[in-house]
Each structure stands twice: as structure tokens, then as C-alpha cells.
């Protein structure tokens, strides 16, 4: 794909180009594929329109042309509204004219099944081949407010009068662009750009955000997400955002089990463990909203709020209200978010009082009584703003936002560029005061949901994992374990300390043991990895008499559950006295990449799923964030007087694994320590089981 268009060249055919043309417009104003011609003379769109047809030589009374051939000029974008077959053939013209970008609506690739899949690879085949830039299939097209270019299908177009603003949302559902204009019109917030992906058979959400990053009339990213993949380039696009100071947010599909199997019969795309998705995020500095609504109000504060930095405290709201219940609603949400709300310090409520506040020493500053007053109201804010013990600031406005909104809200507007970001929650359903608020630039929320959605997600986002930019090896697909015995040399390379152990052969006299009993035996073989579940584990040994007799049990057991195997090694360990254990594991995500993840260790791992995952390579300072999330390994912190464990060295291995995830000269598929026996405070963390995976 030489002569394929990329960065400005791609955002200037793709979102603003001269010239269209729309393949197969239909003349029937009733059917879908007519719908683009209406869009764009309805918004005024001053480029050259050019109507493919062959069945006709007028479409809605304009000129229509036989092919993309037959045009005057070759147009910068080409929107496809044919069906499947007939796409792939305008795809192909496309290439052979050499028109920079296509645009596909039609669906029946991909997410059809295997013939859907080699229809996709077509499409793929011809784009690399010729250098067209494809978006999509089923993509409803696009729309750039800000030079009236409405090119899509999406009914929800049909309005006229879209806010102009500085939003660029990009979207792998198409319908979803829509639903957020018509909500946003009724807010008073006005978008740049929205893009339907669709299945993103070559442009994907992060190379058409990123070349889009030094347009100066985009101040932030609205991304609705059903997959994961193509993550390299959301990493390198939310990089270069977090650099230019341009805020992005996620919603992404497929928290449930549920609406990941939707997510996969609407896109073709295997939704990824949501986990997995988390740790993208956040080490991309994306903030990530689960509420639909959160995702519409979360720029102006991701805007005011800066990032978070390691070793911050858990992040601190003060509250000011004038309806005690509407306060309640939103520190509920906040709460259940991991956001404390604290009340004002000693110096605070000094300041107040002298401003004839008295609000108590609460969480909440309560103005019930006097809050419609302005000067009390606005006192309070400022006052609250100026606070050293406070990350953020929330204003509750009761019901006077519905009957008197200019009154309620103008001491919310007039407190807003202070030292901390403020932001409103306006309890009663109050569009006008809600328009107001966004008019000024204040962050404002219509529900308790949304509000505590949005705050903890501004609250809680990080900058971009500086390591990120190392993270992109890609390994060969032919993943082959290897034994533990290897596992343990691997570690000893990078520096991760494992239990002594020894390899014996059973068809020779067992050697003396280098260090002292008591042990447990394993079998030693690459080929099996739950070595307990077949009898091939025996503990505690104590001596060399009932080494032997070990070493015959696991040969007898695993003969017997396994027929034909044969028991050619054994690993002696030492066994170790620890307080605790934790499991530590790396793994290459198909979509995402390599990750690392801590969880408590032992047999219940799966069931408890209490675990915290990041992209790898992490630092010292992450991997100690990590340990503090798992909830289980709590209890090696000196948990109601328990011995403490050593959590450095926990994180110590954490770091040198997550490294071992990004090394090329490895090609580790997955790893895994399970456990990693936890010694006292001071005294180290030992591998005593592994299994690791590598690319053949």
C-alpha cells in the first residue's frame, strides 16, 4: 500500500473531501440508499457531488453516470451504498482509478461466517494491492459538521441544524452516532466529526482518530467501542492525544457475556475479555465511562481534570448542595466508584464561617435553607475551590434549576475557573439549566449515575504507559510449551528467583540432594501442565527412602490416567515455608498485545477472579498499584496481625516478568507462576511452579 493515503492526506479525502461520489444513489427518496444525496444538499455541502447509477441517467433530478469510469475527474471519496457483490466490484474501480478513499455500507462480510470471511479478504486484497483506503463494510458512513458534509445513511441526519462543536466521535456501530447527536442536540453540545468504522477491514478507530490530532477545531475523542483490536494504533493515537492535551473517553461493549455475543453478531468481531480491554484503557490514558449518558457529558471535565500519577491517594470530592436527597443520590454512586467524599478541613470551615456559611464539619455542605441565596451559594464554591483537601468539587442544584435555572445555575457559572475543577449535577429533570451549564463550560450531569460515572473516570485516568511505544512485537502463531525445569532457567536469565530444585532421570539411581528435605516431586514434561489433576505431584517428601517411592507413584498414576505416556523425568523441589502466595502471569492478547496480571495464587485463582491486569512492561511503581488492587493479598500486608509478606519482592517479579512479555529475543506466548510463594517481610518471593509457553 504505497500510494495509500495516510495521516492529513487520509483525514482531508476521508472527512473533507472536494469531491464525492455516492455508488448505486437510488432515485426511491423511501430507501436507504438515497438517503446520502438528501443529506448532503440538505446540509449544504459545497464540494462536487458526482451519483453513480447505470440503471439511470438522472437520480432525484441531478445527472447520474453509468460508472465511477464515466466521471469527469476522480473524485476524493467514493460512498459504496451497493450490495455485497457489487461492492467488491466498486472497490475494485476504485483501486484501478485510483480514488483515495471508499466508504462501504453494505454488510455480509465478516460477521456472515466463512464466506463472509473470504468476501473480507477480498476487500483487504484489493486495498493493499491498489492503495484505496477502505472504510468499513457496514459502515454508515460519516458526517463533518463543520463543512456540512453529511455523508451517510443514517436516518437520524435527516434533521437539520446540527450543533457545531469540538467533538470527534468515532464509532463501531453506526446506529450509536445518531443516538448521540439526537441526545447531544437537547444538551446543547455540538460535535466536529462522527465516523461509523463498521468492521474495520483496513481504517480503524485509531488511525482515523490520529490523523486527525493537529486539526485545532477537535478538542476531544468520543469513542464507542465493540472490540478491542487493531490496539496498536488506539496506542499510538492516545499517546500523541494524551501529548497535544486532548482528552479521549471510551464506552465499550461487553461487560457482560451477554452483550459481548451481541457485540459479536453486530460487528463479525470477537468482543475480547473485558479485563483485557480495562488494562488498553487505562494504560492508554483513556478514560473509560460505563454509562451511555457518560460518555456524552465526560469531555469538559476529562478537559479541567488533571491526570492522576502513581502513589496519588484515593481521590477526594467535596460536595456542596442545595437538596440534602440529591446529594445522597450522587455520593452513592461516587462511593460505590472507590471516590471518598470528605468533609472540608479545619481551615475550610474557618473560611466559611467567616462568610457566614455554617454547613457543619459533614461530608456535605447542606445550603438546603439558604442555597437559592447567590452570594451564599457562590461563597461556598469558592471557598471549596480554593481547598487543598479536595481533587474536585461537585455542585448539587435542587428543583430550583427546573422553575428559576438562570438564578440556580449562575453561581455554578460563576465559580468555574478556579484552582479545582468543579462540576453539576442538576437533580431535577431541567434541560434549560443543563444548556446553560454547557453553554459556559461547566462539566454537568441529569443523572446520579452519570455524574458519579463520569467523576470517577476523570478521577481515576492516568497518563499514557510510557512503555507502550516497546510493546509491539508480534510473535508466530505456533504457540509449544516448554517444562518446567526450562521455565526455571528462563527466570534465572531475567534475574526471578525460583525454589532449588534438581531433575531426575527415573531409569537412574536418584543423586544426592544439594539442599535439604522436606520436597515435592512433579513430573517433568512439557506436554502436561496440570501435573496434580493426573497423580503426577506427591508431597511432602522427607527422605531419600520415600523420594523413591514417590518418584514409582507418579510413574504408577500417570501410566494409569494417561495410557502410553511414559514417565521419563522427574523435578525435585525444595519445599518452601511462606505467608502467602499470589500468581503471576504474562500473556500476548491477540488484540491488545502482551499483558501481565497478579491475582492470589493457589486453586481458587479462577473462581474468585480477584485479580488486576496491565499492559506490559510495567514499572515498580505500577506493579505495586497492581498488588494494592487484588483484594486477597490484603492479608499479606499484616491483615489483623498476621506476619507480613515481602510486597516488594512481589513486585519485583512482576517487573522482570512483564519485561520477559516484551522481549523479542524470547518470544514468550504466556507465562505463568502459580504459585509464587510469598516469604516474610524482607525476605524475598520464590517461583515454585511455572508454566510457560513460547512461539515455535
Request: net charge negative.
Amino acid at each position: 500500500m504505497s500510494n495509500a493515503v495516510t495521516g492529513q492526506a487520509l483525514a482531508k479525502a476521508l472527512l473533507n473531501p472536494a469531491s464525492v461520489a455516492l455508488v448505486g444513489i437510488s432515485n426511491n427518496t423511501e430507501k436507504t440508499a438515497a438517503r446520502p444525496l438528501q443529506f448532503l444538499r440538505r446540509a449544504g455541502f459545497e464540494g462536487t457531488i458526482y451519483n453513480v447509477n447505470p440503471a439511470r441517467e438522472q437520480v432525484q433530478g441531478e445527472q447520474a453516470y453509468p460508472s465511477l469510469s464515466a466521471l469527469p475527474e476522480v473524485p476524493d471519496h467514493a460512498f459504496i451504498l451497493t450490495n455485497t457483490e457489487q461492492a467488491i466490484a466498486a472497490v475494485e474501480e476504485c483501486g484501478a482509478l485510483g480514488i483515495p478513499v471508499a466508504t462501504i455500507l453494505a454488510g455480509g462480510f465478516s460477521e456472515t461466517g466463512s464466506a463472509g470471511v473470504q468476501r473480507e479478504k477480498r476487500l483487504k486484497d484489493i486495498a493493499s494491492k491498489s492503495g484505496v483506503r477502505l472504510l468499513g463494510p457496514s459502515s454508515i458512513g460519516l458526517v463533518n459538521v463543520h463543512q456540512n458534509l453529511t455523508l451517510t445513511a443514517n436516518a437520524a441526519f435527516g434533521e437539520p441544524g446540527l450543533p457545531k462543536g469540538g467533538i470527534f466521535c468515532a464509532s463501531h456501530s453506526g446506529s450509536l452516532i445518531g443516538a448521540l447527536t439526537s441526545r447531544g442536540r437537547s444538551r446543547g453540545i455540538g460535535f466536529n466529526t462522527l465516523v461509523s468504522v463498521g468492521s474495520e477491514c483496513d481504517l480503524s478507530v485509531g488511525e482515523i482518530c490520529e490523523s486527525t490530532l493537529d486539526d485545532p477545531t477537535i478538542t476531544g475523542y468520543l469513542l464507542f467501542l465493540e472490540t478491542s483490536r487493531n490496539a496498536e494504533a488506539l496506542k499510538r493515537f492516545a499517546i500523541a492525544a494524551a501529548a497535544r492535551g486532548k482528552p479521549v473517553v471510551a464506552y465499550k461493549l461487553g461487560r457482560s457475556e451477554a452483550a459481548a455475543e451481541l457485540a459479536v453478531s453486530h460487528t463479525g468481531a470477537l468482543a475480547g475479555e473485558d479485563s483485557v480491554t480495562d488494562a488498553l484503557l487505562r494504560d492508554c490514558g483513556i478514560a473509560r465511562v460505563d454509562t451511555f449518558e457518560g460518555l456524552l457529558e465526560s469531555l469538559p471535565l476529562l478537559a479541567k481534570t488533571p491526570r492522576r500519577k502513581s502513589g496519588d491517594p484515593r481521590p477526594r470530592v467535596g460536595v456542596v448542595t442545595t437538596t440534602g436527597g440529591g446529594a445522597a443520590m450522587a455520593v452513592d454512586q461516587l462511593g460505590i466508584r472507590g471516590i471518598d467524599i470528605v468533609p472540608p478541613s479545619e481551615v475550610t470551615q474557618k473560611k466559611l464561617q467567616a462568610a457566614g456559611i455554617d454547613g457543619g464539619s459533614g461530608r456535605i455542605l447542606d445550603l438546603t435553607l439558604a442555597g437559592t441565596q447567590y452570594d451564599v451559594m457562590k461563597s461556598a464554591l469558592d471557598t471549596y475551590c480554593q481547598a487543598e483537601e479536595f481533587d474536585l468539587v461537585l455542585a448539587v442544584v435542587g428543583s430550583s434549576a427546573r422553575n428559576h435555572p438562570n438564578l440556580a445555575v449562575k453561581p455554578v457559572i460563576d465559580s468555574v475557573n478556579q484552582k479545582k475543577p468543579l462540576a453539576c449535577f442538576i437533580v431535577p429533570e431541567a434541560p434549560e439549566a443543563l444548556v446553560l451549564l454547557t453553554e459556559e463550560g461547566v462539566p454537568n450531569f441529569r443523572t446520579p449515575e452519570s455524574c458519579g460515572d463520569v467523576i470517577a473516570s476523570a478521577l481515576n485516568r492516568r497518563e499514557p504507559n510510557p512503555e507502550l511505544k516497546t510493546a509491539t512485537g508480534n510473535w508466530p502463531s505456533n504457540p509449544r510449551p516448554i517444562d518446567e525445569a526450562a521455565a526455571y532457567e528462563l527466570f534465572a536469565e531475567i534475574g526471578l528467583p525460583h525454589a532449588d530444585y534438581i531433575v531426575v532421570d527415573v531409569n537412574e539411581p536418584i543423586p544426592k540432594l544439594t539442599f535439604d528435605y522436606p520436597v515435592v516431586a512433579k513430573i517433568l514434561s512439557s506436554e502436561i501442565s496440570h501435573k496434580t489433576d493426573i497423580g503426577g505431584v506427591v508431597l511432602p517428601i522427607h527422605n531419600e527412602e520415600e523420594l523413591g517411592k514417590a518418584i514409582n507413584l507418579i510413574r504408577h498414576n500417570v501410566e494409569k490416567n494417561l495410557p502410553g505416556e511414559k514417565v521419563e523425568r522427574v523435578l525435585v523441589q525444595r519445599m518452601e515455608k511462606s505467608v502467602g502466595e499470589a500468581l503471576i502471569g504474562i500473556k500476548r492478547d491477540k488484540d491488545v498485545g502482551p499483558i501481565v496480571m497478579v491475582a492470589a495464587g493457589g486453586i481458587y485463582t479462577e473462581l474468585y477472579q480477584d485479580r488486576s491486569l496491565r499492559l506490559a512492561p510495567v514499572n515498580f511503581d505500577t506493579a505495586m498499584e497492581m498488588i494494592g488492587e487484588v483484594k486477597a493479598l490484603e492479608a499479606l500486608k499484616g491483615f489483623r496481625g498476621r506476619t507480613r509478606g515481602d510486597i516488594k519482592a512481589i513486585a519485583e517479579a512482576i517487573v522482570k516478568l512483564s519485561q520477559l512479555a516484551v522481549s523479542e529475543s524470547h518470544g514468550i506466548m504466556e507465562a505463568e507462576i502459580n504459585p509464587l510463594m510469598v516469604m516474610e517481610d524482607g525476605k524475598g518471593a520464590l517461583a515454585v511452579d511455572a508454566l510457560v509457553t513460547v512461539s515455535a
